[in-house]
């Protein structure tokens, strides 16, 4: 992709349906961190939304961007359980509202959806970078998705540095104290531990990195 292409509802659908495949695939990794910190659900309940919003997919094929993002997040509010749902379905009705009146979506105006998505989940959850949340991967993925598309980067160039910055931020919760969530009542006992929330917030970065770039140079 050129930096100047455009973002349809055929290519967003190939993104979120390449995240529900990652979800599902990933299902008892998740789970497994989430059974360390937290209530070993997240895995589950994440390919029970996802699975949800892969069948309704093709119904919203014909819908304006805005709703497009809107269905998606209303579906997993409805599906997934835990703090997941509210968190995720957050993100998605706030691209949504970022992309009001637009058919296709520029780089730069998926980066600013993306952006307000995140936003949106920090402002629900009050978490901060360092509370060892989804957060703390999602925050320096855009981040490093503007930079490099602010330093005339394609999509797909942006995509992967926001991927790799992603998953350092992932990498990074190993090594903090929760304090938000039920991985926060275990105090310094959760430090050693990866977020499951970061992870699967990796994970939706780098399937945008596989979706959006060409085959041979998508992310491993």
Same mark, same amino acid.
Not at 2 to 15: E, F, Q
């Given at each position: 992709m050129?930096?100047?292409?455009? &973002?349809?509802?055929?290519?967003?659908?190939?993104?979120i349906n /390449?995240?529900?495949?990652?979800? +599902?695939?990933n299902k008892a990794y998740l789970t497994e961190l989430d059974a360390a910190i937290g209530d070993a659900d997240h895995g589950i309940n994440m390919q029970h939304g996802f699975e949800a919003v892969q069948? $309704?997919?093709?119904?919203?094929?014909?819908?304006?961007?805005?709703?497009?993002? #809107?269905?998606?997040?209303?579906?997993?509010?409805? #599906?997934?359980?835990?703090a997941s749902g509210p968190l995720y379905g957050t993100l998605f009705l706030r691209m949504g509202m970022a992309s009001a009146d637009k058919s296709t979506l520029t780089p730069t105006e998926f980066a600013e959806a993306l952006a307000?998505?995140?936003?949106?989940? /920090?402002? $629900?959850g009050s978490a901060r970078p360092g509370d060892k949340t989804m957060v703390d991967a999602l925050t320096p993925a855009v981040l490093a998705l503007?930079?490099?598309?602010?330093?005339?980067?394609?999509?797909?160039?942006?995509l992967q540095a926001a991927a790799a910055a992603g998953e350092a931020g992932m990498k990074a919760t190993i090594s903090m104290q929760a304090y938000k969530g039920r991985a926060s009542?275990?105090?310094? /006992?959760?430090?050693g531990h990866q977020d499951p929330g970061a992870t699967?917030?990796?994970? &939706?970065? #780098? +399937?945008?990195?596989?979706?959006?770039?060409?085959?041979?140079?998508?992310? +491993?």
């Open positions: 050129t930096s100047d292409t455009t &973002l349809n509802i055929a290519i967003l659908t190939d993104w /390449r995240y529900a495949n990652q979800i +599902s695939d069948q $309704r997919l093709p119904g919203f094929a014909g819908e304006p961007m805005s709703v497009f993002f #809107k269905n998606i997040g209303m579906t997993l509010l409805s #599906k997934v359980g835990g307000a998505g995140v936003e949106g989940i /920090r402002q $629900r503007h930079q490099a598309l602010d330093n005339g980067a394609t999509l797909c160039e942006a009542y275990l105090g310094p /006992r959760s430090i699967s917030a990796y994970l &939706l970065i #780098k +399937s945008a990195a596989e979706s959006f770039c060409p085959a041979e140079q998508a992310t +491993s």
